[in-house]
T-cell receptor, first 114, second 111 residues
Framework: DTAVSQTPKYLVTQMGNDKSIKCEQN?????MYWYKQDSKKFLKIMFS???????INETVPNRFSPKSPDKAHLNLHINSLELGDSAVYFC?????????????FGPGTRLTVL | QQQVKQSPQSLIVQKGGISIINCAYE??????FPWYQQFPGKGPALLIA?????SEKKEGRFTISFNKSAKQFSLHIMDSQPGDSATYFC??????????FGTGTRLKVLA
């Protein structure tokens, strides 16, 4: 069974569009994260939610809005997509809050903005 | 000061050899240092992690060496195998919510 799943796996869209990426974890974890990995493989945290509450919001444009309907889901909505948003987006989860707890990553969503 | 500098960017090792990847940091507030392994098309997976109160941690063929005074830590992969070919990331954490990754090392182990 997949522990952390993301949909879609690939997303190709035009500049200016709005898109969403969904994430679900079946590990019973309390904390979920969104990461962005750019073309140079640099990995950076964007958001973290604990029990549906936002606990980390790094310097991310407000065009990005995470939504957590329940603690097993953390979706990422992106408005007015820009070329620079092209990247692989990873969802992750961990049992406890804080980065010393093992994070389990999803397979990633490759977003391409044309 | 919140950077983690990782080297080399890429590494080619013969099967059975030792792969060594290095990371250096400046922020002495870092208190947790994990290494992640990422295969193409997959998300990163935690490989091994260390805290600054120990100088070495070993799990199977993977060892982290930690030098607190030099503010450096490294990953050693003994008896490297073609299946170890992946991108490796070091990372550092401070406080509950602060976390930063290194720039990654692409390892290729030749059969």
């Amino acid at each position: 069974d997949t522990a952390v799943s993301q949909t879609p796996k690939y997303l190709v869209t035009q500049m200016g569009n709005d898109k969403s990426i969904k994430c679900e974890q079946n590990l019973g974890h309390d904390t979920m994260y969104w990461y962005k990995q750019d073309s140079k493989k640099f990995l950076k945290i964007m958001f973290s939610y604990n029990n549906k509450e936002l606990i980390i919001n790094e310097t991310v444009p407000n065009r990005f809005s995470p939504k957590s309907p329940d603690k097993a889901h953390l979706n990422l909505h992106i408005n007015s997509l820009e070329l620079g948003d092209s990247a692989v987006y990873f969802c992750a989860s961990s049992q406890a809050t804080g980065f010393t707890d093992t994070q389990y990553f999803g397979p990633g969503t490759r977003l391409t903005v044309l | 000061q919140q950077q983690v500098k990782q080297s080399p960017q890429s590494l080619i090792v013969q099967k059975g050899g030792i792969s060594i990847i290095n990371c250096a940091y400046e922020n002495t507030a870092f208190d947790y240092f994990p290494w992640y392994q990422q295969f193409p098309g997959k998300g990163p997976a935690l490989l091994i992690a260390i805290r600054p109160d120990v100088s070495e941690k070993k799990e199977g063929r993977f060892t982290i060496s930690f030098n607190k005074s030099a503010k450096q830590f490294s990953l050693h992969i003994m008896d490297s195998q073609p299946g170890d070919s992946a991108t490796y990331f070091c990372a550092a954490s401070w406080g509950t919510y602060k976390y930063i990754f290194g720039t990654g090392t692409r390892l290729k182990v030749l059969a």
